[in-house]
């Protein structure tokens, strides 16, 4: 007699005493039915062992079909993100289905308009790591996509660190926001094999290792409980904006302190396209219900924004031990050069680094990468030569389905492969331990147990040799080669002092008002040295230089902004 396990499962005991798990059909049905009538758009499915058997997850697909119809959007975890843990596996398939439904007629608009325009080049979309996918290849598993603009800024300053010797970087992405924080060590960023969307609810993605915190040029200022001046992590987001953006906002911003305090232009702003209203700002400050003395208000809100950012930076460098004095600190977004020089007055950091175009500089990352096609599965395997055969089918087998995806394009392609291992006993991975060589071996087999234990003590500090090592999951990665943003060093010039375009007064930077320079980005040239404080203004960004720091012009265009005494 069969037993019902839970609505929609049977388990059945068969004559020679093998029990066998199957679906109840008509029960599934049922609920479909039911689903269909609650008006559903889209279905995520996952069943718990699809990893090793996905049998049950394809025929509930083709259930779904069959009650409500073959335009139903479907995902299956077996397809979507084959790997172990049920549950990061289910919350990777719900958020797949989500996108489709977002993405799906988007990119074909996009892609359709694009062509109408005399497009004829290759759209594609960036993945967590800021890889790039064909459009309809992204859209096969869509969740690939869902976080990349903070991973193309790590990426970017990859490009630029390596251009100009610095291969040790925090790097810093301030929006409108929040501040996205990344770390790259001997030129290369750190890569995971998951990350959470929010609390809670994990993606089964490789991607850049970003943290981020609730500063930004739009972080609200108000009043914490304590009576004292908060700042974040609310935001004022584009609408209505700062107050001084005129759009009917009254709660005062990041950027309307800047504003005040003389590091913003009102009359300049975007190039002069958008003028920002000081009194407004202003206003929205006196507003503030505190006794606190308006100049501390203005103050309070600059550097809590900049002390939240640099708390956030030596959380990252502390999780992995790097010593922040041979960092320097990569600052872009457009709001990160007029708050994240600011840091170096808060944390012994080696320099702050502006880049060329930096509210620019994460989409000119998504230049500077290549395509990438990769399959990843589950596997639990103790690592011994002795199975070096069933390690080698599980790449073999992934690779033959990329190449036949890929097809023509991956003529001239480079293989990666990669794997997440384990200390046998652990319930969590050291995750994207490449594997050198061409095919996998006996000898390759030992190569990834040593070079396991290499990358366990990188991220841990230990090394423990004697406990064997379990293979979890295994990936490949085709690789097709882009042609790339470069950045071309010009002759290098001794330094000189820069004269600036007219004095200007900053007010609540620091006790008394300073006078400042003010200088244009464009008009400086390499080997340009500027004293602070001063204010370099260019198009899309104000970059400051606070007093006992100098900004010095690299061979890229990049400002390098010191301390004057370390």
Sequence with gaps: MPRYLRRGVVERVTADGNVLIEL????????LEVLGKCGVEGIAICTINSYVNPAHEIRLRELVHEVLGDDMVVSISSETSPLAKEYTRASTTVIDVFMKLIFTDYSAHIDRELRELGFDGELNFADCAATLLPWQEALNRPFRILFAGPAAGTISSVRLGAAIGENNLLCADVGGTSTDVSLIVDGKPFIENTFELEHDLVINALSTEVYSVGAGGGSLVG???????????????????PACYGRGGTQPAVTDACLLMGILDGEAFAAGEMFLDKEASRAAFEALDTPIDFSERVASAYWLAVSNIAEEVLNVAVRHGVDIRDFALMSYGAAGPMLLPAVLDLLPLKNAIIPPYPGLFSALGLLSTDQVFYESRSAYMVLSPDNADQVAEVFDEMERTLRERVGAAGADLRVRRSFDGRLLGQSWETPFIEITGDTITQDTVGDMIAAFHRAYEDRNGHRFEQIPVEGVTYRVELIVPSEKVEYIPV??????????????????????PVTAGEYQRAELAVGATVEGPAVIREDLSTTIVLPEQTALVGRCGELIIERKTK
């Design 223 to 241: 009043i914490a409980p304590s009576g004292g001046i908060q700042v974040g992590p609310g935001s004022a987001g584009a609408e209505p904006g």
């Design 24 to 31: 109840d059909e008509s029960s599934a049905r049922h609920q």
């Design 491 to 512: 002759e290098n010039r001794a330094p000189f002092t820069a004269s600036p375009d007219r004095l200007i007064t900053l007010e609540y930077l620091t006790d008394t």
